[in-house]
């Protein structure tokens, strides 16, 4: 590349200014920063409330010693894995997701590249460190409260290990994108690196380094200063993958940024489905040509043809696809363990990876609802169809669950754990398919004329219960894990309390069936009672 022209850096640096102000307006950057400390200061505070609020009991001398020793190891699988999706992100033109104007005529011009994109490398690997920080002090707050050390002390360890975290991810991801890595070596060399992170948590290996991270969380228990060779590399991946940027594919960058561009705008109109489309063809996920299995045919096609419609789409799954919903399954094994021995803050964990592995379930079902009027056209009601699509993924969240059963009993061998993980097996994978079916619906339950008799100060709070009922089912698919938990403190039995538990959650899980069987027809004779037509 020849070498830019005098003045061309000053004339880049005046647009950029001129740009900024027009669209800032009277703002200035000590505003913004304000804001962004409340931010992170608000969500620390928030945080911190409900994690004091939840108010778990504090572990016996000896957990605290296994704590010590077996952490590291575990939590370097998270790091690994976190390191996995970056290299995967990286190796396909992320994280970056430069603005069109930029990626159109200023990387165009006669400039260097690289001090156009230090900028937004810069930008990304602040926000990355800013939520891992936010994120690892949350954490570290969470488990202040069973383990002994001041509260301040774990937050600060969690919070740097949070931030190391942060500065690998984006650091992986910028230099494999400056790089040009090919997707397949780079996809393998992480996998080594996880694989090394799971033979270390049996003792088969040595430390694997993302272990150095766990060892960071530790500190208020064990001091190690080895851990922050940790962060050195993480310091030197960001500043290293950021000075090499200059050679980023330009072709990658346009596209990833056409997908960003129209996934945040998905994100701004709650359109689920889509943003889960657009991710998936970030990570340049295809469905296979041919399928797994044969589906079934003939008479038994023609009798169940909503399951086997599914089925055919199971089938065709790409590799990706079923390694990610069995990482969730295996995340959700090890917080319901941690749920069961005391951590009640991991249900919610437990809920939300369900919840996400449910939604890459029930893609057949949202490939209906990508067709509205063919659905309607059916000579059988909407709401029965819907319940028809919930076979498939249920069995398949079932076949997840088994995964998350065999990772708590590897992780604790005791018949106990057997016993309420068979109980709590089909509900909660039940329970993940129909918050993910809930989220996906998201046509009101009214027309569009019945909104003018809403009032604004109620959209807001209704938006809200939008977003937040969908997961909060899922969640609710775990809670006799805590309830059994908290049987077995009082002295009860533990197994006999979690029966009128998921009872109760099998009650709630056929309210919301119910929903969705006859939510087609609430909405007609709301619509006829306002005056509305359906759309």
Do not use: C, K
Not at 30 to 56: H, K, P
Not at 335 to 359: D, E, M
Not at 487 to 500: I, K, S, T, W, Y
């Amino acid at each position: 590349m020849e070498a830019p022209p005098p003045g061309a850096a000053r004339a880049l640096a005046d647009l950029r200014r001129a740009r900024r102000q027009n669209r800032m307006g009277e703002r200035s950057w000590g505003e913004l920063a304000y804001r962004v400390y409340v931010t992170a200061l608000v969500t620390l505070l928030v945080g911190s409330s409900v994690v004091g609020w939840i108010g778990d009991e504090s572990v016996a001398p000896s957990a605290v010693e296994t704590f010590r020793a077996e952490a590291p190891a575990w939590i370097g699988i998270a790091v690994a894995v976190a390191v996995l999706l970056a290299v995967r992100t990286g190796a396909r033109g992320g994280p970056l997701a430069i603005e069109a104007a930029e990626l159109h005529l200023v990387l165009m011009a006669p400039v260097d590249r690289g001090a156009v994109l230090r900028r937004s490398a810069t930008r990304s690997i602040v926000t990355s460190l800013g939520w891992g920080t936010v994120v690892g002090a949350l954490a570290g707050d969470l488990a202040a409260q069973r383990l002994p050390e001041p509260d301040l002390a774990w937050a600060g360890a969690g919070a740097l290990a949070g931030a190391t975290t942060g500065g690998l991810v984006v650091g992986s991801a910028l230099l494999l994108a400056g790089r040009r890595v090919p997707p397949l070596p780079a996809t393998v060399l992480a996998l080594v690196l996880v694989g090394w992170a799971i033979a270390d948590t049996a003792d088969v290996v040595p430390a694997s380094p993302t272990a150095l991270v766990g060892r960071m969380v530790v500190w208020p228990l064990s001091f190690a200063p080895v851990a922050l060779v940790a962060t050195g590399v993480a310091i030197l991946l960001a500043v290293t993958g950021r000075a090499l940027l200059r050679n980023l594919s330009i072709e990658q960058a346009r596209r990833r940024s056409t997908l960003v561009g129209q996934l945040r705008f998905a994100v701004t109109q709650q359109d689920l489905r889509t943003v889960l489309l657009l991710r998936r063809q970030l990570a340049d996920e295809r469905s296979r040509p041919r399928p797994w299995v044969r589906t079934p045919s003939g008479a038994l096609a023609r009798r169940f043809p909503v399951l086997v419609r599914d089925l055919q789409s199971l089938a065709r799954w790409p590799v990706v696809r079923i390694v990610r919903v069995l990482l969730l399954g295996a995340a959700v094994g090890l917080a319901l363990r941690g749920a069961a021995s005391g951590t009640t803050a991991l249900v919610l964990v437990a809920g939300v990876a369900a919840f996400v592995a449910a939604l890459d379930a029930i893609e057949p079902m949202t490939q209906d609802l990508d067709h509205p009027t063919r659905l309607g056209s059916y000579p059988v009601a909407e709401g029965v169809i819907l319940l028809r699509h919930l076979a498939a993924p249920t069995a398949l969240m079932a076949l997840a669950g088994l995964v998350a059963l065999a990772v708590a009993y590897l992780v604790d061998p005791h018949v106990q754990v057997l016993q309420l993980g068979a109980m709590v097996w089909l509900p909660a994978s039940l329970a993940a398919v129909l918050g993910a079916t809930v989220s996906v619906n998201t046509e009101e339950g009214t027309s569009s004329q019945s909104d003018d008799l809403i009032p604004p100060e109620v959209a807001g709070p209704r938006i809200l219960l939008r977003l937040v009922i969908p997961p909060a089912i899922a969640v609710v698919g775990s809670v006799p894990v805590v309830v059994a938990h908290r049987a077995e403190l009082r002295g009860d039995d533990p197994l006999a309390a979690a029966v009128p538990a998921v009872a109760a959650v099998l009650l709630l899980l056929a309210l919301v069936a119910g929903w969705l069987r006859y939510r087609g027809e609430l909405r007609d004779s709301i619509a006829a009672a306002s005056g509305g037509a359906r759309t």
